[in-house]
């Protein structure tokens, strides 16, 4: 190979790999900017590992080298061997000792993060929020003091900044896993059990979150976000949704058709407006504050028509199967979008969050 496509070659890799980890870096969806707890206490261990690993790298990189170095044969030398070490009891026991050494340097702090991370005593003494995943999104039932619930909701999950916020998570299908990167480590959604941990945000902001299990053909279209608020607007937005009562919205005439449109078409079979309702697919109370939705669509018109003209196209095996519901022309679609876009439940929504 000539040197300059080699050069080439070379350049062609590390550029790859620098837009590659840029990715990694994008604020409110990376473990390496942690901006709550549990994810801080991942980052503190993630740096510890990965320093004794240098110091292991590196030292290796010496002996090999000095080796290398010091032990060739020179010009004009005669092929020697170096003295045998096998056997060496003091040798022995430093490469044994070092490795236990290090291992237990990792394994003390990780453990304790472990224990201390899955202490659930001082749960009633926080809120709490029962998780289901779906293929291919999440439900979110908020509780109260006596464990009733409170306020319903999927895929932005509003929550308290500087509290803890205890998850038990459920799945209304296959094994998920819920990890909002900047805010915790991941923990597995699984049919079998009821797995709790705490979420904490340090600051405002809208934080992304991942299904970070494979689930199905959707999976990486299985997002949500994690939405910090101040605890004042916090309680403004728990109001909001608790009173929220559809008759009341201020529809304009499009809308006021597409709403007919919903509820003539069994919309609501599968879909609830409010605390009540069927979790089939995902709660639309406030719906026209998301963030996104479909996991990753703009909820612009145009996307929620193509959404709801053919579902199938964008998330392939999702619930909402085309066909599997009273078709729809794009006039009524527009309708229908002009009704969702105006759903809105609260005066608080994601634009209010410094992001
Ligand atoms: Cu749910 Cu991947």
């Given amino acids: 190979m000539k040197s300059w496509m080699r050069k080439l070659r070379a350049l062609l890799v590390l550029g790859s790999f620098a837009i ?14 942690p901006k709550g707890y549990g994810a801080e206490r991942s980052y503190d261990l993630i740096i510890l590992t990965t320093t004794v690993m240098s110091f292991v790298f590196l030292v290796v990189i ?10 060739r044969k020179r010009k004009g030398e005669e092929v020697r061997t170096p003295k045998q070490v096998e056997g060496s009891v003091l040798l022995e026991i430093i490469w044994t000792s070092i490795p236990i050494i290090l291992v237990i340097i990792m394994a003390v702090p990780t453990v304790m993060a472990e224990f201390e991370l899955a202490d ?47 998850l038990d998570l459920y799945t209304n299908d296959v094994v998920h896993s819920f990890w909002v990167p900047s805010l915790a480590g991941k923990l597995d959604v699984n049919p079998d ?79 609830a407006i409010g605390d009540d309702g069927p979790d089939i697919g995902p709660n639309l109370t406030d ?28 998330k392939e095996d999702n619930r909402m199967k085309t066909g599997g519901y009273p078709e729809f022309n794009e006039d009524e679609a527009e309708k229908i979008a002009e009704f969702l876009m105006q759903l809105k439940a609260t005066s608080v929504t994601p634009d209010d969050v410094d992001n």
């Fill in 20 to 33: 590659l980890l840029a990715g990694c870096g994008k604020e409110n969806l990376t473990a390496l900017i």
């Fill in 62 to 71: 010496v002996l090999l080298f000095t080796v290398i170095i010091r032990f």
């Fill in 120 to 166: 659930d005593s001082d749960a009633p003494e926080h809120l709490n929020i029962d998780v289901t995943a779906n293929q291919y999104w999440w439900h979110f039932e908020y509780k109260d003091e006596e464990g009733e619930i409170d306020v319903v909701t999927s895929q932005d999950l509003y929550i308290p900044v500087g509290e803890k916020v205890y």
């Fill in 193 to 271: 059990n009821v797995n709790r941990f705490h979420i904490e945000a340090y600051e405002e902001g809208i934080y992304y979150g991942k299904c970070a299990e494979l689930c199905g053909p959707s999976h990486s279209l299985m997002d949500f976000k994690v939405i910090a608020v101040s605890p004042e607007k916090f309680e403004q937005w728990k109001d909001d949704m608790q009173n929220f009562d559809e008759e009341d919205l201020e529809l304009d005439a499009v809308a006021q058709e597409g709403k007919d449109l919903y509820e003539q078409n069994s919309c609501m079979n599968c879909h």
């Fill in 287 to 314: 719906f026209g504050n998301r963030v996104n939705f479909a996991g990753v669509l703009e909820p612009t018109k145009d996307e929620l028509v193509r959404w709801i003209i053919d579902p199938d196209e964008i």
